[in-house]
C-alpha cells in the first residue's frame, strides 16, 4: 500500500482533541512501540516492528517526501503474537542493527478512508497525523488530492501554521530536515 501522511506538532492537545471527539465521536486510546532496525552504515531504517493492540507488525518502508508529507510504499505483514523477540532476532541474523525506538500514546478516529492520530511522541510531545492508504498503482493525481485533504483537516483543526516536515527518525536522533546532526 502507499500511504500518504502528514503530521503537524499539537501545543494544545485538550483542544484538539476536544474538536476530534465532536466531528467523528470519542477517540480510540492507543499504544505503539516501534523497534527499528538498519543495515550496518545506514542513515535511515530498513525494517520495523510494531507492537500495537496485541499484534506484531513487521515493516519495511521506501520513504519520499511529498511536499509537506511523505508518500510511502509499505510492504508489511503481522506475525504471531509472541514472536517480537524472535523477529528481533531475525533481523539481526540478517544483518540488521537495532536504529532507534519511538513510542507513541493517544487517541485515533477514522474519517471516512482517513486515519487521524493524536499522539505523544517519546518526549517530542504532541502531533496530529492524518494518512490516507492507497493501491500501488493508484493515479498519482489521486495521490495529489489526498495529499491536499490532509492539509485541508490539518487546517481545519488549527495546525496549518504546525506542519512538521522531519520525519520522527531524525527528530529522535536529533537530526535536522536533511538526516543530518542537529
Known amino acids: 500500500?502507499?500511504?500518504?501522511?502528514?503530521?503537524?506538532?499539537?501545543?494544545?492537545?485538550?483542544?484538539?482533541?476536544?474538536?476530534?471527539?465532536?466531528?467523528?465521536?470519542?477517540?480510540?486510546?492507543?499504544?505503539?512501540?516501534?523497534?527499528?532496525?538498519?543495515?550496518?552504515?545506514?542513515?535511515?531504517?530498513?525494517?520495523?516492528?510494531?507492537?500495537?493492540?496485541?499484534?506484531i507488525e513487521i515493516t519495511t518502508k521506501h520513504s519520499s517526501r511529498d511536499g509537506n508529507g511523505e508518500n510511502n510504499a509499505e510492504y508489511e505483514f503481522l506475525a504471531a503474537d509472541g514472536q517480537y523477540g524472535k523477529a528481533v532476532d531475525f533481523f539481526h541474523a540478517l544483518g540488521h542493527e537495532d536504529f532507534f525506538v519511538k513510542e507513541k500514546d493517544g487517541w485515533e478516529w477514522y474519517a471516512d478512508d482517513a486515519h487521524i492520530e493524536l499522539l505523544s511522541v517519546n518526549d517530542l510531545g504532541y502531533f496530529a497525523e492524518i494518512e490516507i492508504l492507497l493501491p500501488f498503482d493508484a493515479d498519482e493525481s489521486l495521490s495529489d488530492k489526498c495529499g491536499k485533504r490532509i492539509l485541508s483537516m490539518l487546517s481545519s483543526l488549527g495546525l496549518e501554521g504546525s506542519i512538521e516536515r522531519r520525519a520522527y527518525r531524525d527528530m529522535i536522533l536529533g537530526r535536522s530536515h536533511d538526516g543530518m546532526e542537529g
Request: proline share 4%; net charge positive; hydrophobic share 35%.
Open 1 to 55: 500500500m502507499r500511504e500518504i501522511e502528514s503530521k503537524a506538532r499539537v501545543a494544545d492537545p485538550e483542544r484538539v482533541k476536544a474538536i476530534l471527539d465532536f466531528r467523528f465521536g470519542e477517540g480510540r486510546e492507543v499504544h505503539k512501540k516501534d523497534h527499528y532496525f538498519h543495515l550496518p552504515g545506514a542513515s535511515v531504517q530498513s525494517l520495523r516492528i510494531r507492537e500495537y493492540d496485541g499484534k
